[in-house]
């Protein structure tokens, strides 16, 4: 986030668009308009208003200019985050994973299969060799294509598209723990030095199953994957961030349902390795509890929803006791799930599981 502007003048635009700017960025990640602390000179965000009256403050009574680290409207706990140069393959599988769930790119996936199809005939009905072929080639070719399409007149490539298609920067901010509307994400690491847990996640995604690579009427239906947060990055797209998790998911094929309907996992069983990645926005918070009657298995609970805004920024959210619910197979909440999906647009996309073909 850009906080230059809290040392401007008032009256100048910087300002103006820095306060509009928090402001949204507040609305966003605690989910109100209604009970934001007031960051400006006299309230020190002691005081929760609505929106407009702590543009009023702000404006009249200027902001808080020692107020560096937002926590109170969202920011990541930690002061810092560390910037690392990520290994290569790694940062390709989550910017692919970005592209095919943004609905401005769908249409150029679209192409790419016929391009890839047009190309190699003798390979046409292959879906698995066709997906990695897809895989491995489509961030360059969507990268020259839009640059292709942007030498022309009235191209209509958006600004957005523009920065996706030229790929996230190298170095990655990494984060131990982050606030995404209301709720508090750790990393597995930082999970393990503390008696808190917000490191599970569960992903529905609507996957297409085939057979074998010679099935001819793939099913098409909602998969749930559950996950643990092994890393946060911030991508930077020069104009924009978008924030991803690199979880170990657990092998799709090892879960199991007990008699009171309990959804139990093996933690040690990692699958999905080719397809880590989960944007932030599409996970629903979850955790996992050793089953005491199944050694080396673990029960999913999930967490009731529940309104974080009051107790946000203070030191105890982290430790606040949540009764939890069974988490079961036949997904009761789903409507819930759907509501934190969508910031991109559309519908969650994996694929690289073996035997599953998205089209
Ligand atoms: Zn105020």
Redesign the pocket.
């Known amino acids: 986030m850009d906080k230059s502007w809290m040392h401007s003048d008032r009256r100048s635009k910087a300002y103006e668009f820095g306060v509009e700017a928090f402001l949204n960025f507040a609305v966003e990640n605690l989910l109100t308009t209604t009970h934001i602390r007031?960051p400006?000179v006299?309230?020190v965000n002691l005081?929760v208003?609505g929106v407009g009256i702590?543009r009023d403050?702000v404006y009249f009574?200027g902001i808080d200019q020692s107020y560096k680290n937002w926590t109170f409207h969202g920011e990541p706990w930690e002061a810092s985050c560390t910037v690392s140069v990520v290994d290569q393959d790694l940062l390709n599988q989550a910017h692919l994973y970005v592209l095919e769930n943004t609905e401005e790119v769908l249409p150029y996936i679209e192409q790419h299969m016929i391009h890839i199809k047009t190309a190699y005939p003798k390979f046409r009905r292959r879906t698995k060799w066709l997906q990695d072929k897809h895989n491995s080639t489509f961030i360059q070719w969507l990268r020259f294509k839009v640059q292709s399409e942007l030498e022309e007149d009235n191209n209509g490539v958006s600004e957005n598209l523009r920065w996706l298609a030229a790929g996230p920067n190298m170095a990655v901010p990494l984060y131990r723990s982050y606030l995404i509307k209301g709720i508090k994400f750790n990393i597995k690491a930082q999970d393990d030095v503390r008696t808190t847990q917000n490191s599970g996640v569960y992903l529905l995604a609507q996957t297409m199953q085939v057979a074998s690579a010679k099935d001819k009427n793939p099913i098409l239906s909602n998969m749930g994957f559950y996950g643990v947060i092994q890393e946060i990055w911030d991508l930077d797209y020069q104009k924009f961030t978008i924030p991803v998790f690199r979880c170990d998911w657990i092998d799709s094929s090892d879960l199991v349902v007990d008699e009171l309907g309990f959804t139990l996992v093996d933690l040690s069983k990692i699958g999905h390795r080719n397809d880590q990645f989960v944007l932030t926005s599409q996970v629903k918070q979850i955790f996992f509890v050793d089953d005491p009657m199944h050694r080396g298995w673990s029960v999913v609970l999930s967490m009731p929803n529940r309104e974080y805004n009051d107790v946000i920024g203070d030191e105890v959210l982290g430790d606040v006791i949540i009764e939890c619910e069974p988490f079961t197979r036949g997904m009761p909440n789903v409507d819930t799930f759907d509501e934190l999906v969508g910031e991109l647009g559309g519908q969650n996309i994996r694929d690289g599981c073996e035997d599953i073909w998205i089209e």
Request: with cysteine; glycine share 0%.
């Open positions: 007031c400006c006299k309230c005081k208003f702590i403050h009574n």
